[in-house]
């Protein structure tokens, strides 16, 4: 693990995966590797009335519903639409899923313009064919060709960013479970194993790019996770990310609880703004997803390690915020502007504590960006 950026949920708690399915005597659908209560119990994490000899950390943070609908839906003949703003942790729990399930969360197709329906069936080995001729041999499948194949869970990220051409590709596939490969005299149908199942993501902001035909939204079960808004839920996600950043990076620091207090309340504060709001110009671009709390103090803990002395400050907090939040000039500079005379200024004044200087840091990153 120590040789990859970032390791696969499968790679990651492999020794956590292997501990369950060896106490794992419940009934498991398919081929799958453990069972729906030992999959929601690695998702959600273990409690005292579980009766396990270990804690089994938890992973995803959200309402117990959704994990439950989304795994009994991939034990069903439908596939699996988790949909929902940005950074609500639709990705990762599609991930904790496909690894639970069949200990293989890489077979990943990413939804853009460009995707073709290659990408979702199969392409060429050009040489091979020009050597040989078509056969199975110079045919390469695609990560969900792949997941058919070997009874696995296939993933497609940002679904709704993809043509209509490809969308309509994936209804044969999630509704006749095999592929047709015309340009083969023989073994020309690739059929899919039990087990293979489709888990999808969908950015509920990206509504009217690419819709989804009904004929392909029937094929799926849909699942709306949403923002997560709760500060107690919060700040578990964000010490749950923060601590894997500072273990893979080695550092040795304290994220001090005022400090997170500040980082999690300015967020509500721009939340409640942005409803407020009478326009979009009125709203900062960003959607102010727990992803993006997470992102600014990333971003603050390793100035203040690099470029600092070693510790978090309100002041590079503020300035991590204002420089990550204003990507449109002059508008989001002007909302943050607002916030922080409106808002933070009184809030200093009558609170004290880190806010004088969270103010301060906030101030000056504006004037250095204005």
Known sequence: MSDLLRAPAEIKYAEELDWLE???????????????????????????SDGLEREISQKWYGDRSFVERSIVTLASDRGLLLIGDPGTGKSWLAELLSAAICRNSTLVVQGTAGTTEDHIKYSWNVSMVIAKGQSRESMIPSPIMTAMETGAIGRFEELTRSTSDVQDALISILSEKYVSVPELDSDGIVFAKPGFSIIATANSRDRGVNDLSSALKRRFNFVRIPVVTNKKSEAQIVRFRTEELLRRHRIELDVPPTLLEVLLQSFADL????????????????????????????????????????????????????????????????????????????????????????????????????
Not at 23 to 45: A, E, T
Not at 291 to 296: D, H, N, Y
């Open 22 to 48: 060896s106490v794992d005597d419940n009934p498991k659908p398919f081929s799958w590797r453990l069972s729906p209560k030992m999959v929601r119990l690695f998702v959600l994490g273990s409690e005292r």
């Open 271 to 370: 939340r409640a703004s942005a409803a407020a709001a009478g326009s979009d110009d009125e709203k900062l671009e960003s959607a102010l997803s727990t992803a993006e709390q997470i992102g600014v103090l990333e971003d603050a803990i390793l100035h203040g390690d690099f470029f600092g002395d070693r510790t978090l400050t309100a002041r590079t907090l503020a300035a991590s915020l204002v420089g990550s939040l204003a990507r449109r000039e002059p508008e989001d500079l002007a909302i943050l502007n607002k916030y922080l005379h409106g808002v933070v200024e009184p809030r200093s004044k009558e609170e004290g504590g880190s806010w004088p200087e969270f103010l301060e840091g906030g101030r000056d990153a504006i004037a250095t960006l204005s």
